[in-house]
């Protein structure tokens, strides 16, 4: 089952401009994370956001967390052709022993 | 460290035979995950292991699917007979385990069962 949704499913932007990925997920959690997997590759980490903090930052990526909403963001500064990609949230639920759960992903293209 | 290592890559086999895919997690690491990706369903986590024991197979979808980790330097999912609905990309992950601890991925299996 998905624990996490992801909004939108898909994204079209310009080259420079920014782009704002969301997710909620539906239990408690020890920490959220986003996940970036190029056409045809595996998933790779990009931020890991822990419960008791709301925002992190880590070079052009801003996420976000509202654990009374059970919600988070994450969003792309100065998009580049390049950080084309599906982009998944990924939570790590209270009890669950360090599984990771994914969300369903939003697919960004960055068009040139 | 190469990193999480899947094979094979690819496989196409026909339908009622065996499967078997194989994943070395990254050195050191505590967890190892196997997950199941299709367009129609995404990414399903199908079983976890910690310290070689499988903790939640709960997402393993019929009895047809087992997967073991005899050590911590290998682990196997195995599909008999397999089915044309178990074509996938089948990923394996590992993590140091413990909290606040990211996954890494192997570059996945693709199964075509015909």
């Known amino acids: 089952s998905q624990q996490g949704e992801e909004d939108p499913q898909a994204l079209s932007i310009q080259e420079g401009e920014n782009a704002t990925m969301n997710c909620s997920y539906k239990?408690?959690?020890?920490?959220l994370q986003w996940y970036r997997q190029n056409s045809g590759r595996g998933l790779v980490h990009l931020i890991l956001?822990?419960?008791?903090?709301r925002e992190k930052h880590s070079g052009r990526l801003r996420v976000t967390l509202d654990t009374s909403k059970k919600s988070s963001s994450l969003l792309i500064t100065a998009s580049r052709a390049a950080d084309t990609a599906s982009y998944f949230c990924?939570?790590?639920?209270?009890?669950?022993?360090?599984?990771?759960?994914f969300g369903t992903g939003t697919q960004l293209k960055v068009e040139l | 460290d190469a990193g999480v290592i899947q094979s094979p890559r690819h496989e196409v086999t026909e339908m009622g035979q065996e499967v078997t895919l194989r994943c070395k997690p990254i050195?050191?690491?505590?967890?190892l995950f196997w997950y199941r990706q299709t367009m129609m369903r995404g990414l399903e986590l199908l079983i976890y292991?910690?310290?070689?024991?499988?903790?939640?197979d709960s997402g393993m979808p019929e009895d047809r699917f087992s997967a073991k980790m005899p050590n911590a330097s290998f682990s196997t999912l195995k599909i008999q007979p397999s089915e044309p609905r178990d074509s996938a990309v089948y990923f394996c992950?590992?993590?140091?385990?413990?909290?606040?601890?990211?996954?890494?991925f192997g570059q996945g299996t693709r199964l075509t069962v015909v």
């Open positions: 050195s050191g690491h505590n967890s």
């Open positions: 992950a590992s993590s140091p385990g413990g909290r606040n601890t990211e996954a890494f």
């Open positions: 990924a939570t790590d639920t209270t009890g669950g022993g360090n599984k990771l759960t």
């Open positions: 239990t408690s959690i020890n920490n």
């Open positions: 292991f910690n310290n070689n024991v499988p903790i939640d």
């Open positions: 956001i822990r419960s008791n903090e």
